[in-house]
């Protein structure tokens, strides 16, 4: 018995075109040859696959990701004017006598894992043989264009880290991350003890040097996101109590909340931490009367934490 057996060369499969005829052992031995040659092929894609499946196995558990944030606002006030404002300056200017200090916020939002590490990227415009300091602001309701030396929120009294000498013309590297806990606002004040100033771009320089934030994250536990502010219900009157919403929050369960009731100007800004306000409801007094209130919530679960502010009351009136 003969039998013709066709192969398309063009293709991987097993279809055949006439060629010449071949005796039956030789066709058993060239199916056989195919069959062998298919399940090696078969079994180092079993390998192959498996080994990327472990290895990316390891990668999802020791995951790390990294976002970039730019500034939202910044400015500088001078002591030797204090009621100025330089909220449009193209450089954040930094000295000690008489004082600059320069301000930077960002808005940090939808990180995909706890904080592990964050840093303060500033672009040199005029260098320092001394260098600045980053310290932690609580308050970050000041405004660009309404800051001045007069009206700035206090910056901590406890220095995060310090640039160092530096030439102009370079990007400086700070390491902030203990300011750094979750997403929200996040402020940060620059200070020196050299009387020489120093300068770094601010958001008006250009685009490129724009003041960054770089947070790196691991992943696992998603972290605290604030998807709708705190409210205040209640009636702004001497004497009347006022009510905590803390607002909506994603991230994995449990989330705590904790509150901080705040005295505020008329515009919202200028705010101060009310002494001992840390329940969900806080009653008016004769010290609020002409004020306005706002409240803090922050929210943490085991990937750290995030706070957010409500919108000011109406200025609270007399009893």
Do not use: H
């Amino acid at each position: 018995m003969r039998t013709r057996i066709f192969r398309n060369e063009r293709k991987t499969s097993l279809t055949y075109r006439v060629n010449r005829p071949y005796s039956d052992d030789r066709i058993r031995r060239f199916i056989v040859g195919e069959i062998a040659r298919g399940v090696c092929a078969i079994g180092m894609l079993v390998v192959l696959t498996a080994g990327l499946s472990a290895a990316g196995f390891r990668s999802s558990a020791a995951a790390t990701g990294s976002q970039t944030f730019v500034a939202g606002a910044d400015a500088y006030v001078s002591e030797s004017r204090p009621n100025t404002n330089y909220g449009t300056a193209t450089k954040l200017r930094v000295q000690n006598a008489p004082v600059l200090r320069a301000y930077v916020r960002f808005s940090v939002q939808y990180l995909d894992g706890a904080v592990t590490r964050a840093t303060l990227r500033l672009y040199a415009t005029a260098g320092s043989t001394i260098g600045y300091d980053i310290r932690g602001v609580a308050d970050n309701s000041w405004g660009e264009r309404t800051i001045t030396y007069s009206n700035a929120p206090s910056a901590s009294a406890t220095v995060t880290g310090s640039s160092g000498p530096f030439g102009s013309g370079a990007w400086i590297s700070v390491d902030v991350t203990p300011l750094v806990v979750g997403t929200g606002d996040v402020s940060f004040a620059l200070t020196t003890t050299s009387t020489k100033a120093m300068s770094v771009a601010s958001r008006e320089y250009g685009a490129s040097f724009i003041p960054r934030l770089v947070v790196e994250t691991s992943t696992g536990v998603a972290p605290i996101n604030n998807t709708s502010p705190p409210a205040i219900s209640g009636t702004a009157q001497d004497g009347q109590t006022l009510t905590a919403d803390p607002g909506t929050w994603s991230g994995t369960e449990p989330i705590s909340y904790a509150y901080q009731w705040r005295r505020c100007d008329s515009a919202g800004a200028s705010c101060t931490a009310i002494v001992d306000a840390t329940a969900k409801t806080y009653t008016l007094t004769a010290n609020d009367v002409g004020a306005t209130i706002r409240l803090a919530v922050t929210a943490s679960n085991s990937a750290g934490s995030s706070t957010a502010t409500s919108a000011q009351t109406r200025s609270s009136w007399p009893d």
